[in-house]
């Protein structure tokens, strides 16, 4: 199920200077993650954008679960 959800982000170069979008659209996942933030709920996001569905959220929000987890993290010593 994650790997089908993940398909439907993309980077190209030559859409959005290669940020990661919803496949088939110019919507930004960091643009969908942010508003998610910001206490939108997924109805309206998907009222202001008709084009996605509620997998391209769901997707949006595993590419940065993904993205996180492969992070390093190196704690600094005092």
């Given at each position: ?18 940020k ?13 993650v ?45």
């Open positions: 199920m994650e790997k089908k959800l993940l398909n439907r982000i993309v980077v190209d170069q030559k859409i959005m200077v290669g990661p979008i919803i496949k088939g659209t110019r919507v930004p996942v960091d643009m969908i942010r508003q998610i933030a910001q206490g939108l709920k997924i109805k309206e996001i998907l009222g202001d954008y008709p084009q996605l569905k509620e997998d391209d959220i769901k997707a949006a929000l595993l590419y940065c679960a993904e993205i996180v987890e492969g992070e390093s993290v190196f704690p600094l010593i005092k």
